[in-house]
């Protein structure tokens, strides 16, 4: 009788210890997208926000491996979108995907998460980032915690707004002294809007201590230094996903 006892007790144990394994592993596979609340360029009346391909294409890339995605936004509730394009066919996979549309529309306010829960937090660009990412203290510390807890801090073309005041327990900027680029002042510039965004993007991370890399407009370019990934423009989006799912295997 005591020997059953004791196998009952063991496989309990056993069971015990599979299902926090399991529980430990689903939490470090979760990655938190940020995107913007913000929906206008400026005072050009324009419409923005986050820029659909740079959610869909890392998010495809991500889902596909198996890692949960959550959304936060400073505002939380629904973000405004541009570069609304169902022809491009992830584009289309994620905005039909009901359990992902879902989370995005009912994004999280900075406040409701729980910083432990993530492994990586990647901020998905479009124009509105430069107005509400920068300055948001929230996000910061969050991005702060990930990447000091051993995590990684990604982000693609406006996203890296998010990165310019992000500060490390040692009082240093994060981008400090790391190899890091973003939609650059040749693309704003392409795009006539240099003295419509609040800063530029490149000059700021420079600032910040950046070791900033470039290539041509609109060419596929990601950076990876130190657990922190960026891509310079939509072009980069899925390779950034990529870049992450790379990281997260080490």
Request: charged share 25%; net charge neutral; with cysteine.
């Amino acid at each position: 009788m005591k020997k059953l006892a004791l196998l009952f007790l063991s496989i309990f144990t056993i069971g015990l210890a599979n299902s926090q394994t399991k529980k430990s592993k689903t939490i470090q596979k979760k990655i938190l997208f940020v995107v913007t609340s913000h929906d206008k360029k400026g005072n050009t009346g324009e419409n923005t926000g986050y820029y659909l391909g740079e959610v869909s294409h890392p998010w495809e890339v991500l889902h596909k491996a198996g890692y949960e995605i959550d959304f936060v936004s400073p505002k939380g509730g629904t973000p405004p979108v541009d570069g609304f394009d169902l022809e491009d066919p992830v584009n289309k996979e994620f905005w039909e995907n009901e359990e992902y549309k879902n989370k995005i529309d009912h994004s999280m306010k900075p406040s409701q998460v729980k910083t432990n829960d993530y492994s990586t937090i990647f901020y998905a660009g479009g124009h509105g980032a430069m107005w509400d990412f920068a300055d948001n203290t929230e996000l910061a510390s969050i991005a702060s915690k990930i990447y000091e807890n051993g995590g990684i801090v990604a982000g693609v073309c406006h996203g890296p707004a998010g990165l310019v005041n992000i500060r490390l327990n040692n009082g240093k900027y994060l981008v400090d002294g790391k190899k890091i680029n973003a939609f650059t002042n040749e693309e704003e510039a392409e795009v006539k809007l240099t003295d419509v965004v609040p800063f530029l993007l490149e000059d700021q991370l420079k600032e910040r201590g950046a070791k900033f890399e470039k290539s041509g407009l609109w060419q596929n370019h990601v950076v990876s230094d130190q657990r922190v990934i960026t891509g310079q423009n939509p072009q980069s989006a899925k390779s950034v996903g990529e870049a992450i799912l790379k990281e997260l295997k080490k």
